[in-house]
């Protein structure tokens, strides 16, 4: 007698795409290209995914840690996934692995379930995907794309010279009597207005907020931001960027529709005589800058640890926040400053100025109360890392041995885009 053709259930991994704001740090992470988008959505392909959970603890949102059973036959296309604004209900008819009926007398045949593979420590994540241990408990996610709340914008400021290229600005938004809490490290996304070409609402985009938890102004419910004026894509043709041009153009007064915030990880510590160790470029300076004016409103509360900062631009005409940082005490931040493009002087990156400074950076290294954070353009990830383990490893540390324990520790952090 033939035996039961068995049913074979799946448990697809998929994105949500009312929670996703299109950071793309799950395609990067995924170790095996099963995750792709296109002008609306993050999708994951069924027949590629093998559920390592690569990209679950980086994901700032948890959009990323959804599944569903569902006939393998009948898996999600991701021509399909690209079509929605919600995620499908689950069908209770899948959902939880079945079997096919036995005939009497027919061996069970197992159902098919995805591999339970960890991968958090291995070098596919490569910070940390935990916060540090005396971090605040962040909150996430507390306005969506369907519930989002407004924010009012009480000031908007050009960080860099007219004569520059480069127009970032400072931008305030003030929430009013909703309740908004963030911590350093934290982003929020905005929602543009308008609609793409296809008719569909914009997407979120996210932006890392540059004021400490007790706001940017000490006491009011209000965050800052670091915003760069998009006017050229990744392939160097002229464009205008849709979030950062409208926000740039905000008036005093006007209001912004808000979602998140988002972050659980890229944290700041709250003890005391933690050592922050900061790297970036541009606008990935608007955590550190959060983390620094935190600090400095409690340094005369007991916090002695160490701060010192690298941070690469342009030119010194196209760094934000360089008057103000430049008017803060030697003896609270050593700040290293590296300018690629001045005329008449060499090229000088944040790993030039890193490799000067390798005796106090190792010094910092070996000390078990530093965190490491890393913002900015995702070209300098590579280069820090390197210069961080040739620092390490002339100084008779191990950094093999010394990056595990960064990352199992909560004590190094990677932002990059």
Request: contains cysteine; aromatic residues 6%.
């Amino acid at each position: 007698m033939n035996g039961p053709v068995p049913v074979e259930i799946l448990r697809q991994h998929l994105i949500d795409p009312e929670i996703c704001i299109r950071c793309n740090t799950c395609e990067e992470t995924c170790p095996i290209d099963a995750i792709t988008h296109d002008g609306t959505n993050y999708v994951v392909k069924a027949e590629v995914c093998n559920g390592c959970m690569a990209c679950v603890p980086p994901c700032p949102t948890g959009a990323i840690d959804n599944w569903r059973n569902v006939l393998k036959a009948d898996a999600y296309s991701i021509d399909e996934q690209y079509t929605w604004d919600e995620l499908p209900t689950q069908s209770a008819s899948v959902s939880a692995p079945v079997e096919a009926p036995l005939a009497q007398g027919a061996a069970a045949t197992p159902v098919a379930e995805a591999p339970d593979v960890t991968v958090a420590g291995s070098d596919l994540v490569r910070g940390s995907t935990v916060p540090p241990w005396s971090a605040a408990r962040p909150y996430v996610n507390l306005y969506t794309h369907k519930a989002p709340t407004t924010a009012t914008v009480v000031g908007n400021y050009r960080l860099t010279d007219d004569a520059t290229e480069s127009d970032i600005h400072h931008i305030v938004l003030d929430f009013g009597a909703m309740p908004f809490p963030v911590l350093e490290g934290q982003s929020i996304g905005i929602l543009p207005p308008g609609a793409t070409p296809e008719g569909r609402a914009h997407h979120a985009r996210q932006y890392s907020i540059a004021s400490p938890r007790d706001g940017e102004r000490p006491g009011y419910n209000n965050v800052s931001l670091t915003v760069k004026r998009v006017t050229r894509d990744h392939g160097g043709n002229e464009t205008d960027g849709v979030c950062s041009n409208y926000l740039c153009d905000l008036k005093k007064g006007d209001t912004v529709t808000v979602i998140g915030p988002f972050g659980n990880t890229f944290l700041m510590p709250n003890h005391p005589n933690s050592h922050l160790l900061m790297i970036c470029t541009g606008t990935g300076s608007a955590p550190m800058r959060a983390m620094t004016e935190y600090r400095r409103r409690r340094r005369l509360k007991g916090a002695t640890g160490k701060l010192m900062l690298f941070f690469g631009a342009r030119t010194q005409q196209e760094l934000p926040y360089f008057g103000p940082l430049m008017n803060l005490p030697k003896d609270f931040i050593d700040t290293n400053l590296a300018f690629s493009r001045t005329p008449g002087q060499p090229k000088r990156y944040v790993q030039d100025v890193l490799r000067e400074r390798a005796v106090d950076v190792a010094q910092l290294l070996k000390d078990g109360n530093t965190h490491i954070y890393v913002c900015g353009l995702k070209g300098m990830e590579d280069g820090v890392l390197q210069t961080l383990q040739e620092i390490a490893e002339k100084h008779a540390l191990s950094w093999d041995a010394l990056w595990e324990r960064l990352k199992r520790e909560g004590r190094l952090h990677l932002e990059t885009y």
